[in-house]
């Protein structure tokens, strides 16, 4: 069930290094459910370690475009998930360097606009590669 965007396979294959060497096995391209307002909701990412299991969702905007604006509504879906009590944490992975927002939504600007549980997490490329390596997802 995978989609036909090189970018994003890029970025997820820069990513499972980094999972494998913080002892996190994985699969990608997972449906955990669905999306609100319909359609299947298909994270790009599950990681587990322990009993614990992770969402991550990985974003890739080389130029600027739409990305950008599908962070939002890919935050609420995680949110949503999240409260099936399945998992542990959701992660926004934002690489590339086409991003206008990236600093507003790396550094927590959605939670004055979206009631977020604190369990979703957007990220840099960078520091998710970080805590994946050392196992601190």
């Not at 990985?58 to 409260?83: D, H, M, N, R, Y």
Request: glycine share 12%.
């Amino acid at each position: 069930m995978g989609r036909d965007t090189g970018t994003g396979a890029v970025l997820e294959r820069m990513i499972l290094p980094a999972l494998e060497r913080g002892g996190y096995s994985y699969e990608t391209q997972v449906r955990i459910g669905t999306r609100i307002g319909g359609g299947s909701h298909i994270v790009d990412l599950i990681a587990k370690k322990n009993d614990a299991i992770f969402l991550i969702s990985v974003k890739w905007q080389q130029v600027s475009g739409t990305a950008e604006q599908k962070v939002p509504f890919e935050v609420i879906c995680l949110e949503e998930a999240l409260t099936t009590g399945k998992y542990e944490k959701a992660y926004v992975v934002l690489g590339g360097s086409g991003w206008k927002l990236r600093t507003f939504y790396a550094s927590g600007g959605l939670t004055k606009h979206l009631k977020m549980s604190g369990k979703v997490e957007i990220l840099t490329l960078e520091s998710f590669i970080a805590r994946a390596n050392l196992a601190k997802l």
